[in-house]
């Protein structure tokens, strides 16, 4: 395992545990007696950093997390949890759920406090609600020992959180060789490593879907004269600039754990060659490529009359194609026919198709996306 200073939190592992996808039994629920074993052999592995939030598992991720750092493995680990932002109508509230959430976690206090999920609109409710009189009362009554933030936005809305409040000790951003540009991305990176704020990485496999990766992509890892993983490409990648000290992972089952551990002996800052990080660029460009509708999410076609989400319909038709996820697109379609946004409604009035500056055949492309032709059947 390899560590790191992590600003004035103390020395870290480079792999965090994340605890968002405990393992579960058939009933949906968590099974705690395997996640705590897990998470015990993580520690016992070399991870001193575990990430919960208020919402993981329904609430029962923190409850898990407690029992599994009891017996002297509280001590061993840097605890960081969330305020799950979205709750909060009040000043009073931030102080409730946090006790309640030390309650959950059986413990007096944690060693990192985030603002869940921040975007810009989210951050500014948070402040005029109090929020920094907040954590200045909870630092000085020892609940918390550091603050900071998780964030999905725009990396403009990043630069602003982040300039804003000279007391954040970290940020936890979305970075994976996907999303290089993406929310915070690379220049949010930097940005906080010039303000000494570390950072911490989510998602630096997407969610899986660059542990297993399609075959083209698995052909061109295979070309190369270094043997490594799809999952140890992705990792090397997100724990690559200077600024990341931690990456989280969240680890369903013994074996992806014990792979994070190996991985993690390799997985240090400047852990690429530029000439590695080229290929990682090429990797996404492959994913890139395999994508059916070259729509720019301009948007230049909406709203339209019918209500049809023709951005999001696209996105997610290629999402699910590039990554080889069919049920992906079944989830994300089914939540815009429920908000009345899916291609069944195009009566083909046509409109679209000539605001379109990419001249798409969008009424042929959303009748094949709602037939399934675009992403090869349905799941
Ligand atoms: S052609 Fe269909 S999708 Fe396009 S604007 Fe008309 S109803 Fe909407
Ligand atoms: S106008 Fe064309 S490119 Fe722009 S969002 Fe609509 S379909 Fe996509």
């Not at 959950?104 to 206090?109: A, F, G, H, M, S």
């Not at 076609?301 to 996820?325: H, K, T």
Request: one cysteine or more.
């Amino acid at each position: 395992m390899q560590y790191n200073q992590f600003g004035t939190l103390g020395k870290t592992s480079r792999l965090g545990f994340g605890m968002m996808r405990l393992p579960c039994l058939e009933d949906g629920s968590v099974d705690e007696e395997r996640a705590v074993r897990m998470i015990r052999r993580g520690i016992d592995g070399g991870i001193n950093y575990v990430d919960t939030a208020y919402p993981y598992h329904g609430g029962m991720s923190e409850k898990v997390v407690g029992r599994a750092l009891k017996d002297g493995y509280r001590e061993k680990t840097f605890l960081t949890t969330k305020l799950p932002c979205w709750k909060v109508e009040s000043r009073r509230d931030m102080d409730t759920l946090l006790d309640e959430q030390l309650k959950r976690l059986d413990v007096p206090c944690v060693d990192m406090y985030l603002l869940h999920a921040l975007n810009g609109e989210r951050y500014e409710k948070m402040k005029e609600l109090g929020c920094q009189d907040f954590f200045e009362h909870a630092l000085k009554d020892g609940r918390v020992r550091h603050v900071g933030f998780s964030f999905h936005d725009s990396h403009e809305s990043f630069r602003k959180i982040l300039l804003d409040y000279d007391a954040w000790e970290m940020c936890q951003v979305q970075y994976n060789y996907l999303d290089d540009e993406y929310q915070a991305g690379r220049e949010g990176i930097r940005l906080a490593e010039e303000r000494k704020v570390p950072v911490v990485i989510m998602e630096p496999l997407r969610g899986g879907a660059l542990a297993k990766v399609p075959s083209d992509v698995q052909a061109a890892m295979d070309a190369r004269a270094e043997k490594r993983s799809p999952a140890e490409w992705a990792f090397r990648f997100a724990g690559n600039p200077t600024g990341v000290k931690v990456v989280l992972s969240g680890m369903s089952d013994e074996k992806a754990l014990e792979e994070n551990l190996d991985i993690f002996d390799r997985v240090f800052p400047g852990n690429l060659t530029a000439e590695e990080d080229a290929f990682c660029m090429e990797l996404k460009r492959i994913f890139l490529a395999r994508r059916p509708v070259m729509c720019t999410a301009c948007r230049y076609c909406q709203p339209c009359p019918q209500g049809v989400r023709i951005p999001e319909i696209f996105a997610a038709v290629n999402r699910a194609v590039m990554l080889d996820r069919r049920e992906d697109f079944e989830r994300s379609y089914a939540a815009l026919a429920r908000e009345e946004g899916d291609a069944s409604r195009c009566v083909g009035c046509g409109t679209c198709e000539a605001a379109c500056p990419q001249g798409l055949d969008i009424i042929e492309l959303l009748r094949k996306a709602d037939e399934r032709v675009l992403t090869g059947g349905r799941a």
